[in-house]
């Protein structure tokens, strides 16, 4: 049976709820303008009620406050982490798309594409008028080296953007460790506090925000579940195991996390590579992390596939044969995605992916009539895999379906080995002012000891050798005109061989050779003058592809976090009329304290009890 004065003990019980909410309330007011705070909430429950020996037999015992929770939806959560990887992922890409735009567009008055390439065959048509005057020569030359150096310009732009993903890539990885880290931390510090009864609210808070910090650079899934008591598997301890996986693969495990490191290349994947980019892989297992799946998400992704987005063009095959070679096995690959040198993208020497399996390899060469590839890999092979490996699917790196920099780097190879490749050959095929035999007038520079490839080796048919001095060396780094040529301008070829013996001086290559600005067909069945435009076009549909979605995703995670900070977020005017009920309720508690008071003072005395 309760006390005379058990209905004090009743007040009081709600004069404390009352202050512990009026409290929370005063925490919520004060962490408004927190980033990443959850709105609490005291949460009330009548107090066990007593048994008495009266008819009417349980009496209340009051109210009592628990707990204080913390307001959230890991619904909205969920939802929220899954656009802000979206946004990441394509901020990130709508960024470097236009960086790469700034080195394409062709502005007019400008000295873009356009102006240098119009200043080249107006200087080749006034040497068509005087094809012995010096000076004509020298212009020409000199409005060539402008040609050659726009490309080269443009090359070391690319290169210098991949360089700076390659290092933003390092940057968001060390963040992701630092991430992982806290979020194991804090999860210790949750467990020591929730296990003695009472809710880490604002340690969770802390979580949650680094999960959202997460969310923009990877995929990320999460999963608390409760430690059930080891005795009683029924009840639970109070402590919880919260896991983070990205892009699959778990990153923290509860009190554990695993981090990411990113090393170094050693070989390239693609010929116009940067030295030294990155690839990633796990700490404790050296298992590689690819973030460029189909499935994956956020910023990260969008690093690696702008730095090497090759618009799932890379080099694929079958295995015919694989026979005993010097050092190496020899692998011949037939079926080949690339069959021609100007679409060539692969180093000399790389990497080459059989059946799942990387192997090492020092050079190749390519049979035109067969359509065959042969590569020298760098040790042999077992007998049982020299069986095994004919019929295996082949690659050089993977397909990234991005047009990103080893694109454009091997779009601008394309076109300046198809040009150079076009007017060697009407250069060649006249003879210059000495009366000597026209030599290559566009060259590739060994840029190790400042000698040039003229393309010796260059076979009609299309066969190669990676080491040979053929038109795969050239690319748009090295793009240049001859050095003879640029120092002695009689170098320089205008007449054809036929001239010398008709004893007529005809400027019929030099006419040829201004077919080639619009009339020959140099890049995408296009004339050299429609290159620029190719590039630029392909850049706005990513960009503006970028953009859109961007812009799309934005909004979607700006409404979910509307709808999640419904819940979780702190408004002042909800929290001032809480603020007034939860006054009214306590001045009421403390009013039937004062009735209460007055009743037992007239009992004790005044009725002498």
């Not at 990130?92 to 119009?118: C, P, W």
């Not at 090393?263 to 590689?288: A, C, F, H």
């Not at 296009?526 to 592809?545: H, M, P, Q, W, Y």
């Amino acid at each position: 049976m309760p006390s005379t004065f058990f209905g004090l003990t009743i007040a009081g019980s709600a004069l404390n709820s009352f202050h512990v909410a009026t409290n929370t309330i005063a925490n919520n007011i004060s962490n408004v303008n927190t980033k990443g705070y959850s709105r609490q909430e005291a949460v009330h429950v009548a107090a066990e009620a007593m048994r008495t020996n009266q008819r009417f037999g349980m009496v209340g015992t009051g109210v009592t406050t628990p707990e204080i929770i913390q307001k959230r939806d890991f619904y909205y959560d969920v939802k929220y982490w899954d656009a802000n990887a979206k946004v990441g992922r394509y901020d990130a890409e709508h960024y470097y798309m236009e960086q790469i735009e700034d080195y394409l567009v062709d502005e007019e008055g400008a000295k873009g594409f356009s102006t240098i390439l119009n200043e080249m065959f107006a200087a080749l048509e006034t040497l068509k008028g005087s094809p012995e005057s010096l000076d004509s020569r020298k212009a020409f030359i000199g409005k060539s080296q402008n040609f050659v150096s726009f490309f080269s310009s443009m090359s070391a732009g690319l290169t210098q953007i991949q360089n700076d993903l390659n290092e933003e890539i390092a940057a968001q990885v060390e963040d992701i460790n630092s991430i992982a880290q806290k979020i194991a931390l804090l999860n210790k510090q949750i467990n020591v506090i929730e296990l003695q009864g009472t809710n880490a609210n604002e340690l969770r808070d802390q979580r949650a925000l680094l999960i959202d910090q997460l969310s923009e650079r990877v995929s990320v899934e999460v999963e608390e579940t409760e430690v059930p008591n080891s005795v009683f598997p029924d009840m639970y301890t109070g402590a919880t195991n919260y896991q983070v996986k990205i892009n699959g693969h778990t990153l923290v495990d509860n009190f554990e996390y695993n981090t990411l490191k990113y090393v170094p290349r050693e070989k390239k994947i693609n010929q116009s590579d940067s030295e030294g980019l990155y690839d990633l892989y796990w700490s404790d297992t050296d298992m590689p992390f690819s973030a460029a799946g189909s499935g994956f998400q956020g910023r990260l992704k969008a690093l690696f596939a702008v730095r090497d987005g090759n618009n799932a063009e890379a080099f694929q095959g079958k295995v015919l044969s694989v026979d005993p070679g010097g050092r190496g096995d020899v692998v011949t690959i037939s079926n080949p995605s690339i069959t021609d040198i100007n679409h060539m993208t692969m180093p000399a020497e790389g990497v080459i992916t059989i059946n799942y399996t990387e192997y090492r390899y020092t050079g190749f060469t390519y049979d035109a009539e067969n359509q065959t590839y042969q590569f020298q890999l760098n040790k042999p092979l077992s007998t049982a895999l020299r069986e095994d490996l004919p019929g295996r699917t082949v690659s050089i790196g993977q397909n990234i379906d991005t047009m990103g920099i080893p694109y454009y780097q091997a779009q601008m190879n394309n076109f300046v080995r198809e040009f150079a490749k076009q007017f060697n050959e009407l250069h060649k095929s006249g003879v210059d002012l000495n009366g000597d035999d026209g030599i290559s007038y566009f060259v590739a520079k060994n840029e190790a000891d400042g000698t040039e490839y003229s393309f010796g080796d260059h076979q009609a048919n299309g066969s190669m050798d990676a080491f040979g001095d053929s038109y795969y060396l050239l690319t748009a780094s090295n793009f240049t005109v001859a050095g003879v040529i640029a120092k002695d301008s009689n170098k320089m070829v205008t007449l054809e061989k036929k001239d010398l013996d008709d004893g007529v001086a005809t400027q019929e290559i030099v006419t040829k050779m201004l077919t080639l600005k619009s009339e020959a067909v140099m890049f995408r069945g296009g004339g050299a003058d429609s290159f620029l435009k190719c590039l630029i076009n392909d850049n706005s549909v990513d960009t503006e592809k970028a953009k859109l979605f961007l812009k799309n995703y934005e909004n979607i995670r700006e409404a979910v976090e509307t709808r999640r900070m419904s819940i979780s977020g702190v408004d002042e005017d909800e929290e001032a009329l809480d603020m007034l009920k939860f006054q009214n309720a306590y001045n009421l508690a403390s009013r039937i304290i004062q009735t209460m008071s007055e009743m037992y003072n007239r009992l004790i005395l005044e009725t002498g009890v």
